[in-house]
């Protein structure tokens, strides 16, 4: 946990580092990997950190540990601004699409028969036309 104090304090941010961008850099030593990559700090209002979720099961699972996760940003930065955690669950992260699945699957790809398939292809190609 000292580790990401530490980081911390090093970043050259003119000014200094945001309540925000503090929060925003302890968080994943505050939650941990897993919960980190399924989460993301959207902002702090007022006294309130407002973190976006993968999906409802993650917001639900983590609305309990809200005082564990304020508790371990408070060892890791001392006192910080936020009281509160709402856990939000936001759009469906998509990943990189290949360039088939992007077009869609051809039907015709389930027709095991070699013979049939082109068969297929033909005859849609001709009603299509």
């Keep these: ?18 309540p925000e961008d ?18 993301r700090v959207r902002e702090l ?12 099961a993650w917001r639900r699972a983590l609305v309990p540990l ?19 955690i709402v856990f939000r669950a936001g759009p469906p992260r998509r990943g990189p699409m290949r360039a088939e699945s992007a077009r869609g699957a ?5 027709i095991a028969d070699p013979v049939l398939r082109r068969l297929y292809i033909k005859q849609r190609a001709r009603s299509e036309a």
Aim: glycine share 8%; net charge negative; hydrophobic share 40%.
């Design 66 to 84: 809200e005082s564990q996760i304020l508790n371990n940003l408070r060892k890791l930065l001392g006192d910080h601004p936020a009281t509160r």
């Design 1 to 18: 946990m000292d580790r990401a104090a530490r980081l911390i304090a090093r970043m050259k941010i003119p000014g200094g580092p945001s």
């Design 106 to 110: 051809d039907e015709a790809d389930g």
């Design 22 to 39: 503090l929060l925003r850099a302890a968080w994943p030593a505050a939650v941990g990997k897993t919960v980190a990559q399924c989460t």
């Design 45 to 56: 209002r007022g006294e309130t950190l407002w973190v976006e979720v993968e999906d409802d």
